[in-house]
């Protein structure tokens, strides 16, 4: 069964600081895609990104990073220079081939960041 | 631009009662699905449909019941709502080419 771990309830940083959000994930399957979703204070939850199991490349969008590490099964995010409209609570999610691609969610982690 | 909505985005009602959230999208996505959010819970799913006339339960289905007359719609029925269905509820669709679930802005029910 997937299972999505995020171990970080609650992160607090001071704007300008870089964070981590990180991300466990359990699959026996080979195939399966990685997600990260934002909720901001205002509810909607917006799509950040996909990774799917066969690319461990890490990606770069602006001052936000991931770091996809298959030996670890983590799929980590990290805020470069936070801003205080980064404040939100970040979800990651697991789809997989064997579970028809229906996403697991972790329990997210709020981040919030102070001016 | 294509979308997902959901209605109403906030209601009030009380035990007993019967309600119906809708959701609709525009992307002609055939994949639907229904999550609650809860403190402590995230994200848990009660139904799904892969397309017209298939719908599937989730790992929170009882109370729940959906239908899928049409490619655009999956509404959620609460049969008899009880004060455990508080809670804010969540629509998505997949785009199957990119296996990504996009969101509708959520409904947010009180159950009195």
């Known amino acids: 069964a997937q299972k999505v771990t995020q171990a970080q309830t609650e992160i607090s940083v001071v704007e300008k600081e870089d964070v981590t959000l990180d991300c466990v994930y359990e699959?026996?399957?080979?195939?399966?895609?990685l997600f990260w979703y934002k909720q901001p204070p205002s509810g909607e939850l917006v799509f950040l990104i996909r990774r799917n199991s066969f690319d461990e490349q890490n990606e770069i969008s602006g001052r936000y990073s991931w770091n996809f590490q298959k030996s670890t099964s983590s799929f980590n995010f990290t805020i470069t220079a936070s801003q205080v409209v980064d404040s939100a609570v970040y979800f990651c999610a697991l789809s997989e081939a064997g579970g028809s691609y229906i996403p697991t969610f972790g329990r997210g982690t709020s981040l919030i960041v102070h001016p | 631009d294509a979308e997902i909505t959901q209605s109403p985005r906030h209601k009030i009602t009380e035990t007993g009662r019967q309600v119906t959230l809708a959701c609709h999208q525009t992307?002609?996505?055939?994949?639907m699905f229904w999550y609650r959010q809860d403190l402590g819970h995230g994200l848990r799913l009660i139904h799904y449909?892969?397309?017209?006339?298939?719908?599937n339960k989730g790992e929170v289905s009882d109370g729940y019941s959906v239908s899928r007359s049409n490619t655009e719609d999956l509404p959620l029925t609460l049969e008899s709502a009880a004060s455990s269905q508080t809670s804010v509820y969540f629509c998505a669709s997949r785009d199957r080419l990119t296996d990504t679930q996009y969101f509708g802005p959520g409904t947010r029910l009180t159950v009195l």
């Open positions: 992307w002609n996505h055939n994949n």
């Open positions: 699959t026996r399957d080979t195939t399966y895609y």
């Open positions: 449909s892969y397309g017209v006339q298939d719908t």
